[in-house]
């Protein structure tokens, strides 16, 4: 079975984002951007929210055409336009969309079936409000997180509304050159 795994980048204190959905703390580099497209590349799936997906749709489909475009944008920008998209979202309608899944009820069969066909691991990239979902449905596999050193004291949290204890086990941890240090782990089911 394929296995969810959430990649944020998060703050020291817990947080994905600003009380204002601010994400202007978080550090990234050509070192990070390095390591991350590696994993990312040999991902055949994705899965955003409706905010997350928005956001990427506005950029990705075109950043590698544009004259001052980076290493990272011409890479990224031909792996979103390959790779299967999953929106969680009960307002984007699914038609005309090239290469993506809405999904806005029964979640947790709908993921599951997702998970239950061929492939690498389905990536869920920032979406704090999914997150939250597929968390309280125990629909998430692992976390790899990107832990910013900054102290935000507000914001939007990671872990919100955990009902049970979920206990992990550290696969790996690498420290970046920027202060960003990354915490990769699965849950221990």
Not at 38 to 62: A, C, F, H, Q
Request: glycine letters at 8%; charged letters at 25%.
């Amino acid at each position: 079975m394929r296995k969810i795994i959430s990649f944020m980048h998060i703050s020291l204190d817990g947080f994905v984002a600003g009380p204002n959905g601010e994400m202007d703390w978080i550090k990234v580099d050509e070192e990070i951007f390095d390591y991350v497209s590696k994993r990312i590349n040999e991902g055949d799936t994705s899965l955003y929210g409706r905010v997350t997906y928005r956001m990427m749709e506005d950029y990705w489909p075109t950043a590698a055409d544009k004259p001052d475009a980076s290493k990272h944008d011409i890479e990224h920008s031909k792996w979103y336009a390959k790779v299967h998209k999953v929106v969680l979202s009960n307002t984007i309608k699914d038609t005309g969309l090239t290469n993506t899944t809405i999904i806005n009820g029964n979640i947790s069969d709908r993921i599951n079936g997702i998970k239950q066909k061929a492939g690498s691991e389905i990536l869920l990239f920032g979406s704090p409000t999914a997150t939250h979902s597929l968390m309280q449905l125990n629909l998430i596999d692992g976390y790899w997180l990107f832990v910013n050193p900054i102290i935000l004291g507000q914001g939007i949290p990671l872990f919100k509304d955990i009902k049970d204890k979920t206990k992990l086990i550290l696969l790996n941890t690498k420290q970046f050159t920027c202060g960003v240090t990354e915490l990769n782990y699965i849950v221990d089911k």
